[in-house]
Structure formats: structure tokens, C-alpha cells
């Protein structure tokens, strides 16, 4: 941050005299600092080069719970690669199932989100939903209906 505030054009880096003079200055540097930092810098460890800010927002929330859950719901989240062949594994009460997402997605990142038999799998990059489904215990596949 000190070295993209020394380098901002109208603020010479040899003279310490022409930098910010009131408080109002630097916060408006450290603004638009702010700005392209989380919202136009593509960030190289996420994924496509995403921003932070895109990141951020695609992400699932979390929202209070409204008290009406019972001690037997079971919530996951899960972070998993969809195979060559279309389709992510997931481990549901001892047994694994292989649930289509398509080949078209193929080595796409996602977030598997479990809540009981209710499951929603999401592109890890861009926040789209890929599929939704109801996982029916008595299938080992879940198809693509």
C-alpha cells in the first residue's frame, strides 16, 4: 500500500512535502487504493484471475437461523473438482454417490453445499448454479434428469 501511495502520479515519491496534506487527501488516496484493489486487480491465485470483490460477492452468505431446524440436520459444505466425465463424489451417511453435473464442466471447481438430502453444487469461480437436486439414497448415480 505504501509503495502504490508513493507512486500515484501526482504524488512525487523524492519529496515528502507533496504528499497528502490534510486527512481528507489520504483518504481519498487510500479510496481509490481500496477500489482497485479489491474491484479491478485481477488477484493470480483465484481462480480466472477473478477480483476479490467478484469473490466475495458470489459466495452463499451466512443468515441467521430462524429456530426452526432440529438436531438432526446435517450441513456440509464442500470444496471438490467435477471429474472428466462429468461428475463430483459425494459421501452421504457411510455411502458414496457420483452425482452428474456434465461434461461440460468438466475440471470446473465447485462448492458442493449439503443440507440433509437437499444438495446444490455452484461453479467455485463464478457463483453459477450447476445443479440442484434431491439425493435419492436408493441411487449410487444421481443422472442429470
Not at 497528502?20 to 481462480?47: C, G, K, M, W
Amino acid at each position: 500500500m505504501k509503495k502504490w501511495l508513493r507512486a500515484q502520479p501526482d504524488q512525487p515519491t523524492s519529496r515528502p512535502a507533496d504528499q497528502p496534506t490534510s486527512i481528507d487527501d489520504l483518504q481519498a488516496l487510500l479510496d481509490a487504493f481500496v477500489e482497485e484493489y479489491n474491484d479491478h486487480r485481477p488477484h493470480r491465485s483465484l481462480e480466472h484471475r477473478a477480483t476479490p470483490a467478484t469473490v466475495y460477492t458470489t459466495r452463499p452468505k451466512a443468515t441467521p437461523s430462524n429456530g426452526d431446524r432440529d438436531d438432526d440436520t446435517h450441513d456440509r459444505v464442500r470444496r471438490d473438482r467435477v471429474d472428466k466425465s462429468g461428475k463430483v463424489t459425494l459421501r452421504y451417511r457411510g455411502r458414496l454417490y457420483s452425482i452428474g453435473i456434465g461434461r461440460t464442466h468438466a475440471r470446473t471447481r465447485v462448492i458442493i453445499l449439503v443440507q440433509d438430502l437437499q444438495i446444490r453444487i455452484v461453479d467455485a469461480a463464478t457463483g453459477e448454479l450447476l445443479r440442484e437436486l434431491t439425493l435419492d439414497p436408493n441411487k449410487r448415480y444421481q443422472p442429470i434428469n
